[in-house]
Nanobody
Framework: QVQIVESGGGKVQAGGSLRLSCTVD????????MAWFRQAPGKEREGVTC????????QYVDSVKGRFAISRGIDKNTLYLQMNSLKPEDTAIYYC????????????????????WGQGTQVTVSS
């Protein structure tokens, strides 16, 4: 009964920006952290960023620090990823995920920490 849907992917030139959105249905009474993952062709899926239920704890992978910003809506069931200064190496399918943890205290950057996955949205950054 849990449904996770991402949107907002697209194609931009290097240095440009995109904002991804994710909506979660079915977990309204279960506090949970949320995360964005990405997978480039031929590479393993990696954790990009995580935000706690309260929004107070936020984690980023080093490669996106200072460029990406994660946030969630006041209803806690909507997740966003603002991506600025995009680079070609950011090209990947981006996945929204709900975490088992509440405060990103588990292995948020690993798939083992994920409870539910979205279907993914393609982000392509050209040089």
């Amino acid at each position: 009964q849990v449904q996770i849907v991402e949107s907002g992917g697209g194609k931009v030139q290097a240095g440009g920006s995109l904002r991804l959105s994710c909506t979660v249905d079915g977990l309204k009474f279960s506090p949970y952290a949320m995360a964005w993952f990405r997978q480039a062709p031929g590479k393993e899926r990696e954790g990009v960023t995580c935000i706690s239920w309260s929004g107070e704890n936020i984690q980023y992978v080093d490669s996106v620090k200072g460029r990406f910003a994660i946030s969630r809506g006041i209803d806690k069931n909507t997740l966003y990823l603002q991506m600025n200064s995009l680079k070609p190496e950011d090209t990947a399918i981006y996945y929204c995920a709900t975490e088992w943890s509440v405060d990103c205290g588990g292995p948020w950057s690993r798939e083992e920490g994920v409870r539910y996955w979205g279907q993914g949205t393609q982000v392509t950054v050209s040089s």
